[in-house]
């Protein structure tokens, strides 16, 4: 009111470029140098709140994106802050852990129930936690968990989240890990041409690769495949060499 001013908007175009129209009555002299100071601090109020907006904008965008590619996904997905304790969780894990087949739980509770597997899941989480920034040096870890159905175990592998981006777009908390879950029982086959004309693997090693990642051990699939253990070792090291993976996890 004490500016005389009748109203005014304030618009923003493509390039964040702000711009401040107002209406003053009529018969009113310019702006005094402490009013327009008034305004131009109103200009920078502005600003920032556009600009702040924009900011969410573009990550609710990114977070949407995640999601839809991470529900996608044929692996379950779960990232933990606590011991049991999930913040996300894509489709397909949810999928595993409502067949309850030594797994289980909810969108805020995860159930374990193999002791030896818990208990190297909570210690994993435990020293993520109360490691310093650069000082946790175990950043992986792999184990099975049985399944009740007496069915081939899941694979489970767990990786400790950077600490950059512990509070990432997905987590309602802290994030201290993801863990992948593969479920012998959805493996797809691998694509045969895709492994050659993209790693360059021979008809054997595509074969092996295939067998092992259908969850064969070595010895299974040497036995599977009918060559010599010596054989699979061979061509497991050329897998490697190419593919540049350094473990059969």
């Given at each position: 009111?004490s500016?005389?001013?009748?109203?005014?908007?304030?618009?923003?175009?493509?390039?964040?470029?702000?711009c401040?129209?107002?209406?003053?009555?009529?018969g009113?002299?310019?702006?005094s140098?402490?009013?327009?100071?008034?305004?131009?601090?109103?200009?920078?109020?502005?600003r920032?709140?556009?600009a702040?907006?924009?900011?969410?904008?573009?990550?609710?965008?990114?977070?949407?994106n995640a999601?839809?590619?991470?529900?996608?996904?044929?692996?379950?997905?779960?990232?933990l802050?606590?011991?049991?304790q999930?913040?996300?969780q894509n489709?397909?894990?949810?999928?595993?852990?409502?067949k309850?087949?030594?797994?289980?739980?909810?969108e805020?509770?995860?159930?374990?129930?193999?002791?030896?597997?818990?208990a190297?899941?909570?210690?994993?989480?435990?020293?993520?936690?109360?490691?310093?920034?650069?000082q946790?040096?175990?950043?992986r870890?792999?184990?099975?968990?049985?399944r009740?159905?007496g069915?081939?175990?899941?694979?489970?592998?767990?990786?400790?989240?950077?600490?950059?981006y512990?509070?990432?777009?997905?987590?309602s908390?802290?994030?201290?890990?993801?863990?992948?879950?593969?479920?012998?029982?959805?493996?797809?086959?691998?694509?045969?041409?895709?492994?050659?004309?993209?790693?360059?693997?021979?008809?054997?090693?595509?074969?092996?690769?295939?067998?092992?990642?259908?969850?064969?051990?070595?010895p299974?699939?040497?036995?599977?495949?009918?060559?010599?253990i010596?054989t699979?070792?061979?061509?497991?090291?050329?897998?490697?060499?190419?593919?540049?993976?350094?473990?059969q996890?």
């Amino acid at each position: 009111p004490s500016m005389h001013l009748l109203g005014g908007v304030v618009s923003v175009d493509e390039y964040s470029r702000c711009c401040m129209a107002l209406r003053r009555e009529a018969g009113h002299p310019p702006f005094s140098e402490p009013e327009g100071e008034t305004l131009r601090t109103l200009m920078s109020y502005f600003r920032r709140a556009i600009a702040v907006n924009t900011r969410f904008i573009n990550i609710s965008a990114e977070h949407q994106n995640a999601v839809a590619v991470l529900d996608q996904a044929p692996r379950a997905v779960i990232i933990l802050r606590q011991p049991g304790q999930p913040t996300y969780q894509n489709l397909e894990a949810t999928r595993v852990l409502n067949k309850r087949d030594g797994l289980a739980g909810s969108e805020s509770e995860i159930i374990i129930d193999d002791d030896d597997a818990r208990a190297k899941i909570y210690a994993f989480l435990e020293q993520i936690r109360t490691s310093e920034p650069g000082q946790f040096s175990a950043h992986r870890l792999t184990t099975v968990i049985p399944r009740k159905s007496g069915g081939a175990p899941y694979k489970l592998i767990m990786y400790a989240l950077p600490l950059q981006y512990s509070q990432g777009m997905l987590n309602s908390g802290q994030g201290l890990a993801v863990l992948l879950i593969y479920d012998p029982e959805t493996l797809i086959n691998l694509n045969a041409g895709l492994l050659h004309n993209f790693y360059n693997l021979t008809r054997a090693e595509t074969a092996l690769a295939q067998s092992m990642f259908m969850g064969n051990s070595l010895p299974e699939a040497s036995n599977q495949l009918g060559v010599s253990i010596n054989t699979t070792r061979t061509q497991l090291r050329s897998i490697f060499k190419k593919v540049g993976v350094h473990s059969q996890a």
